[in-house]
């Protein structure tokens, strides 16, 4: 079974993280949480996480991913933007047809910085990626543009696991988690 993986770093963003992680694994994707720089992570809102492998272990593993995931928080997006090994796993994502996603400040400071949202219809945390080539669109909170799936903000994180979901597993898949957790 291909795996999905989920990278975080100190300062993620709780909800951003959590709410995939939960949902996805609902939704049956093999998820695998990384931690970049431990185990055991801490969230922004000082909430510790024990990663299933460190960053370390994740690069001795060659088969690819069916996605990609970097959920946002400070300093957390910026840590994952400035790891080799993470760019190098997003970038080898895209290029084998996995989805790769981001949420809050990750899409700005890390698929920008790394040149993946260049020409892209992407949304970002309001205020972010205005240096960046191509802007992001405002008051949008989940985006798809091929591959890459982009949201806003916490406020916006379940319908980012829905869409990562959805572009993994299918409509049948999504329309069933839905039901499970009494979405609306």
């Not at 975080?8 to 949902?23: C, M």
């Not at 040149?115 to 892209?120: D, P, R």
């Not at 949008?140 to 572009?167: Q, S």
Request: hydrophobic letters at 45%.
């Amino acid at each position: 079974m291909k795996k999905a993986f989920l990278f975080l770093a100190n300062g993620f963003e709780d909800v951003e993280a959590l709410t995939p992680i939960d949902y996805l694994r609902r939704a049956g994707i093999n998820l695998i949480t990384v931690g970049v720089g431990g185990k055991t992570i801490v969230s922004s809102h000082k909430v510790p996480i024990t990663c299933d492998i460190m960053l370390e272990e994740a690069v001795q593993i060659e088969e690819e991913l069916i996605a990609a995931i970097l959920p946002g928080g400070l300093p957390n997006s910026s840590t994952l933007a400035g790891t080799e090994a993470v760019k190098d796993f997003v970038k080898k994502t895209l290029t084998s047809g996995g989805i790769v996603a981001a949420i809050c400040a990750a899409p700005a400071l890390a698929l920008g910085s790394w040149g993946l949202l260049e020409g892209k219809n992407y949304t970002c945390y309001p205020g972010m990626g205005q240096d960046l080539k191509t802007k992001p669109k405002a008051g949008e909170r989940v985006i798809r543009d091929g591959n890459i799936i982009t949201a806003c903000a916490a406020g916006a994180a379940e319908e980012f696991a829905f869409a990562i979901v959805e572009a993994v597993c299918g409509k049948t898949a999504l329309n069933k988690l839905k039901t499970e957790v009494v979405a609306r």
